[in-house]
């Protein structure tokens, strides 16, 4: 007698059914992980080339915005050679003075139908200041003979006169003059003075000279085109160099700012821009007072010359003051022009030291900063 078949048990049905059931679960999950991962390198992917493009558009804007900056220097340039044209005499009521507000480049230049909306971000603002109001630390050190260089005692003395005016130790001037004569070693303007004159500085009467060569009398970028030149040797251009000195601290850098500058050759001080300390400083005898005052006239009605001021001095007091006509002046030779460029999200403030020569008028780049 046949056995009838026996049904299939419900764990061997569960047994067959369940593994394939398992295998489509793991594949799914597989799936979603090969998903994730290749989502998680495509976004990195993208975000890296996000970054790259915005570095690009980044350099592109400060390429842009150093170019506008070229273009206001040259414009500068031409102020100030113009200005040389007019009148011989440089004062804080002319043109060069006048600084500019924030100004969109494209009312200055115009708008242009064929590039409509360019330079519409641009803006430019600046001031231009005049080097020589200062007291140059480069004048105490001069060449009282060829191949040497030594303190020079007249502009030693009126240093001495502005710290202690200024509330600063006045024993620290010997330290600076030794530390400026340590650091004019091996530089190519170190023997550069003005011919003839006792104290060595740049005047309005003769152009300086030097036994280096020809140039001396241009100092700055041996291309006018090229601010980015390197390779000339020059003095220190920042007062934060006084920090080296022993006995210097912040605080007395601070308080010097607004009367001392280094600059790249001796100078003299132009007394139509000096401020009224350093004016008491430059001219033996007078003091704070007597300067505040000459200041406030010279607002009134600017030197003409060093006679001019001499004639103002004999009538203050019973004895007449006596200034150093190749130490004073009345026109500069060297400007830092202080420029600010913001272009779309890129801004730059560059400070820019000209040097204009007093003969030919022509003007030159000495040093450039920028910062961002």
Do not use: C
Not at 204 to 218: F, L
């Amino acid at each position: 007698m046949r056995r009838a078949p026996s049904k299939p048990t419900a764990g061997i049905i569960s047994g067959t059914l369940r593994p394939p059931q398992r295998q489509r679960g793991a594949a799914i999950i597989m799936a979603l992980l090969v998903v994730a991962i290749a989502a998680t390198l495509v976004s990195g992917l993208l975000w890296r080339q996000q970054i790259q493009v915005r570095r690009i558009e980044n350099q592109r804007l400060r390429d842009q915005a150093q170019w506008a900056a070229r273009s206001a220097t040259d414009w500068t340039r031409f102020i100030l050679r113009t200005s040389a044209d007019v009148t011989p005499v440089d004062y804080l009521g002319g043109v060069w003075a006048v600084p500019i507000a924030p100004t969109r480049v494209s009312d200055v230049l115009g708008h242009n139908d064929d590039d409509a909306g360019a330079d519409e971000s641009t803006y430019l603002s600046g001031s231009i200041e005049d080097a020589q109001a200062y007291f140059n630390l480069r004048n105490l050190i001069w060449s009282p003979m060829p191949g040497q260089l030594a303190p020079n005692p007249s502009q030693l003395k009126h240093f001495q006169r502005l710290l202690q005016l200024l509330g600063v130790d006045s024993q620290l001037a010997d330290p600076v003059a030794q530390r400026m004569r340590s650091s004019l070693e091996g530089q190519a303007t170190r023997f550069q003075q003005a011919a003839g004159a006792a104290s060595g500085v740049i005047g309005a009467a003769t152009a300086p000279q030097s036994d280096e060569g020809a140039s001396a009398n241009r100092p700055g970028l041996q291309d006018d085109d090229d601010d980015t030149a390197a390779g000339r040797p020059l003095p220190p251009l920042d007062l934060d160099w006084l920090l080296e000195v022993p006995g210097f601290t912040p605080e007395a850098v601070t308080r010097l700012r607004p009367f001392v500058t280094i600059l790249p050759l001796p100078t003299t001080v132009n007394i139509n821009t000096t401020p009224a300390e350093v004016l008491a400083a430059m001219i033996p005898g007078m003091n704070l007072s007597q300067a505040q005052t000459l200041v406030l006239g010279r607002d009134k009605a600017f030197f003409i010359n060093i006679g001019d001021l001499s004639n103002r001095l004999g009538g203050g007091g019973p004895v007449a003051l006596q200034p150093d006509n190749s130490e004073l002046d009345v026109k500069s030779g060297f400007f830092l022009v202080h420029g600010q460029i913001s272009h779309e999200r890129a801004h730059l403030q560059r400070d820019t030291l000209l040097y204009r020569d007093y003969i030919t008028h022509a003007t030159r780049i000495v040093s450039v900063r920028d910062t961002y």
